[in-house]
């Protein structure tokens, strides 16, 4: 009498495998994409400018049933620095600084921001960047992050007017 010889089933688990690389793979992106977002940012502080929203709202005038400040920091005061391509403005004060000022030392700018960082806890820089002002931009968030200030930004138009004095009176008014 012969043996049966029982016959097993292969199975092959090629298929399976490149799913699970494939699948190993979004996973180690997905963890070298938050790292690289918690690296750049370790803190995670978002600081916010204060902007009156009438801005948000053109056919309002201030205090017309709108809250001054919606979104904004209501903690610190804001200082600004209105980025041109050619030349910064500092508010509060509005003085002008062309940017080659900006290589002197003991300039406008850097008096401004020793001025902030002595009151750190109570006030932080607010960039308003204009169209075409990026290596301008980038250079004053190398200087405020050097003093280890809160930043906050905001993108404006080129034509927009900084009207610093009457938001800032009306803000005061508010609370």
């Known amino acids: 009498m012969a043996k049966r010889e029982k016959k097993q089933a292969s199975q092959d688990l090629s298929s399976f495998m490149a799913i699970l690389i494939?699948?190993?793979?979004?996973?180690?992106?997905?963890?070298?994409?938050?790292?690289?977002?918690?690296?750049?940012?370790?803190?995670?502080?978002?600081?916010?400018?204060?902007?009156?929203?009438?801005?948000?709202?053109?056919?309002?005038?201030?205090?017309?049933?709108?809250?001054?400040?919606?979104?904004?920091?209501?903690?610190?005061e804001p200082n600004y620095i209105d980025v041109h391509p050619d030349r910064?403005?500092?508010?509060?004060?509005?003085?002008?600084?062309?940017?080659r000022d900006l290589e002197r030392p003991g300039n406008a700018l850097e008096h401004f921001l020793e001025r902030i960082s002595e009151a750190h806890d109570?006030?932080?820089?607010?960039l308003l960047v204009r169209p075409h002002a990026g290596e301008v931009?980038?250079?004053?968030?190398?200087?405020?992050?050097?003093?280890?200030?809160?930043?906050?930004?905001?993108?404006?138009?080129?034509d927009r007017d900084v009207n610093y004095e009457a938001r800032r009176a009306a803000s005061m008014g508010a609370f």
Do not use: C, H, Q, W
């Not at 690289?36 to 929203?53: A, D, F, R």
């Not at 910064?88 to 940017?99: F, N």
């Open 22 to 76: 494939m699948t190993i793979g979004a996973l180690v992106v997905l963890l070298v994409s938050n790292t690289l977002v918690i690296i750049s940012n370790p803190t995670n502080t978002t600081v916010t400018s204060v902007v009156t929203s009438s801005l948000f709202f053109p056919d309002r005038e201030v205090g017309e049933g709108v809250a001054p400040f919606p979104r904004g920091n209501r903690a610190k």
């Open 88 to 99: 910064v403005i500092l508010y509060p004060g509005s003085e002008v600084l062309p940017v």
């Open 122 to 126: 109570e006030e932080y820089v607010v």
């Open 137 to 158: 931009y980038r250079r004053l968030v190398k200087a405020v992050n050097d003093r280890r200030l809160d930043l906050g930004v905001e993108l404006f138009e080129a």
